[in-house]
């Protein structure tokens, strides 16, 4: 049976080869006239026989082509590479200055990482560290101030003028 395509109609698949060999007119008489009984009762198989018949005499009108050159494939291939460098060429240019980028950020961080591995071997043993002292807190300690201990700084200074002011 016919079944529907994007171009209308198909042939019958039984009919479709026999379609072919009818325009050519290889068949043998008989097939000849079972394939046009057919064509009479079968719309689809009608209708591809009349656009295959249509595309027949159009290339009958056209002329036959040249031949390609003995050239024309070293030519192609030619041109195909030319494209492939193109390309390459592109892909290169394109990652290139990230590329560039990538290795100042590497060599910026090894740079800096040897001079804190410098900076820790070396120069931080001469440093004299400062050690913090710890002793008890006690409940008196957060609300008077130690008055055995100057203050150290203006803003100690500060701090203390505002707190006795604040605590009258």
Wanted: one cysteine or more; hydrophobic letters at 45%; aromatic letters at 6%.
């Amino acid at each position: 049976m016919a079944k529907g395509t994007e171009f209308g109609n198909a042939a019958c698949a039984k009919y479709e080869a026999l379609l072919e060999d009818h325009l050519v007119g290889v068949l043998s008489p008989a097939d000849a006239r079972r394939v046009e009984a057919h064509c009479r009762n079968c719309a689809a198989c009608r209708s591809a026989l009349e656009q295959a018949s249509a595309s027949v005499r159009l290339l009958s009108l056209s002329e036959p082509s040249d031949s390609p050159s003995p050239a024309f494939t070293s030519a192609v291939m030619a041109r195909i590479r030319e494209v492939e460098r193109d390309r390459a060429v592109e892909r290169a240019s394109f990652w290139q200055p990230l590329v560039r980028l990538g290795w100042r950020f590497a060599a910026t961080a090894t740079l800096a990482l040897g001079v804190l591995i410098a900076y820790d071997a070396g120069w931080a043993r001469h440093a004299q560290r400062s050690v913090a002292t710890t002793r008890l807190i006690g409940v008196s300690d957060l609300f008077i101030p130690d008055p055995a201990k100057p203050p150290a700084d203006r803003d100690e200074v500060l701090m203390m003028v505002a707190e006795n002011n604040h605590a009258k």
